[in-house]
């Protein structure tokens, strides 16, 4: 075990994520943007036996795994207790020249946009893979649920489709941030963002949660003010009573596909229109930020 990750847990990962976002050259957009996909990240914990990971199963669906569940599946050789376990979330946000491009946007997502959907994900997988690989070395047993075999989308007669394994609960969970009117997560980088998790044998004291409303950042839901994101999206998929996922699923494919394909040339898609131009685009949205 090296002195660094004896000292201190949880600066230990926080600093291989942060080196792996600001130093490698990994963190690119590819193709004709030289440039990172994600600038400087935000990190947060929360233990495996929170009970907001059971809760879940009610708010996202009955399959959605507790840390738990997705540990002794991986390890079925290992027999642990949830609170041994800690979930490591990180925040990824979209940089400035990505965000200020798909501002200008008003139909179909910008190049860097697009690119950092497919291949900004591709740096979240292979974080995701460096986090449970350097864990694994230093006698930590880890694993990317986002990235396990049986992880899948399910039909959901709630919410239409859901996972068996969220990254933003997650997140959420880890203190790092609060769902907004169009589902996505506003955190104090922002919502225009990706986010990943690695769930751990490890002791990390959680991260404090600064709310306790999961919707307590979004102007709409805790001042009654804003919407802005429901005039952003091109299809109507964002009302105030939510997010249409159906619609937005049908733009996001084939639609924009076709279009990043026949502009942009690869295959991909995208549109986080909803994400910028909003006031919670770069941080946590304040009344004043809010414009007639
Ligand atoms: S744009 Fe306004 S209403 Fe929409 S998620 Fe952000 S704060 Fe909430
Ligand atoms: S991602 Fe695009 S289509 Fe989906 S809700 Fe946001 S703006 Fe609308």
Redesign the pocket.
């Known amino acids: 075990m090296t002195t660094a990750l004896k000292a201190d847990p949880a600066k230990w990962i926080e600093d291989i994520i942060r080196d792996f976002i600001e130093l490698s050259p990994e963190n690119t957009l590819q193709g004709p943007f030289r440039e990172k996909a994600f600038e400087h990240p935000l990190v947060g914990f929360s233990r495996g036996d929170d009970p907001l990971y059971e809760s879940y199963k009610e708010f996202v669906g009955p399959y959605h795994w507790t840390p738990l569940e997705i540990f002794t599946q991986t390890f079925p050789g290992i027999r642990v207790k949830a609170g041994e376990l800690a979930v490591i979330s990180w925040i990824l946000p979209q940089t400035q020249a990505t965000r200020a491009d798909n501002r200008q946007q008003s139909t179909y997502p910008a190049e860097r946009w697009a690119r950092a959907r497919i291949f900004g994900e591709e740096v979240n997988v292979k974080l995701r893979n460096r986090v449970v690989d350097v864990l694994q070395k230093a006698g930590h047993a880890a694993v990317a649920p986002m990235l396990a075999a049986t992880w899948e989308r399910k039909k959901s007669d709630q919410y239409v489709f859901a996972s068996t394994w969220s990254e933003r609960h997650a997140a959420y969970a880890a203190g790092l941030g609060t769902f907004?009117?169009?589902d996505?997560l506003?955190t104090p980088r922002g919502?225009a963002m990706r986010t990943g998790s690695v769930v751990a044998r490890i002791k990390i004291p959680p991260t404090p949660r600064p709310y306790n409303d999961h919707r307590a950042?979004?102007?709409?839901?805790s001042q009654g003010?804003?919407?802005?994101?429901?005039t952003?999206c091109p299809v109507g998929a964002?009302s105030e009573n939510g997010h249409d996922k159906v619609k937005c699923l049908e733009h996001l494919r084939p639609a924009t596909a076709e279009y990043v394909k026949a502009n942009y040339h690869f295959d991909g898609y995208g549109c986080g229109l909803?994400q910028v131009g909003?006031?919670?685009?770069s941080g946590i949205?304040v009344n004043q930020d809010?414009k007639s």
Request: net charge positive.
């Open positions: 907004g009117l169009c996505g506003i919502k950042y979004c102007l709409f839901y003010i804003c919407g802005k994101c429901i952003r964002l909803c909003v006031p919670c685009e949205p809010v």
